[in-house]
């Protein structure tokens, strides 16, 4: 049995919840966000609260059992994200590397011969601080992983000297170079 897909997701004060057959839509302060949730798993509004289950019980193996527990975390992402919101905090780490936002598109100099010019998706805002310290904030939080990724791919952090692009907090193993 799932112990995530149990627990039921509380609704705060400010978010509004659509339960139509199997789409959900989740409104609150800051936006809105729709999901559709596979056949076997259900969503019953009760009161305050959302309770996710199988449709049929004992029936499904451990796919069911998985899809119950990953619906109950999307939806808790879901009202987490209309309410509050999500950020994450990614470094840029090397001589001459700096980053910079001008309007929707993020600036990025990382030892190319070229800057790195990245369209922000609609509904991912980025800070600058620093000009090394990215602060990527949104509602959705499997876009703003998305877009975290996406950006660290240009510049993946080497194990020699530590340069390129990693998220804050992220320790590089560093390797030792050639010996003479």
């Keep these: 049995m799932s112990r995530i897909g149990k627990q039921p ?4 004060k400010g978010v509004e919840v659509t339960i ?5 839509v989740v409104k609150g302060k800051l936006g809105s966000l729709t999901r559709v949730i596979p056949d076997p798993i259900q ?8 309770m996710v289950s199988p449709r049929e019980q004992g029936k ?3 796919e069911h059992w998985a899809l119950w527990g990953l619906t109950r975390a999307l939806l808790s992402n879901m009202v987490k994200g209309v309410s509050d919101g999500f950020s994450k905090t990614m470094e840029v780490i090397g001589v001459g590397y700096r980053a910079a936002v001008e309007g929707r598109v993020l600036k990025l100099n990382l030892g190319f011969s070229h800057p790195v010019d990245f369209q922000l998706p609609d509904g991912i805002d980025a800070v600058v601080e620093k000009n090394t310290l990215i602060m990527i904030k949104g509602i959705d939080l499997e876009r703003i992983g998305q877009t975290c990724a996406e950006i660290r ?5 080497e194990p020699y000297k530590g340069k390129g692009v990693l998220y804050a907090g992220e320790k590089v193993k560093r390797k030792v170079g050639k010996k003479k």
């Design 153 to 157: 791919a240009y510049r993946l952090p």
């Design 20 to 24: 139509d057959n199997q789409t959900i």
């Design 43 to 50: 969503v019953v509004r009760d009161g305050d609260h959302l």
């Design 9 to 12: 997701v509380s609704i705060p």
């Design 60 to 62: 499904g193996g451990k």
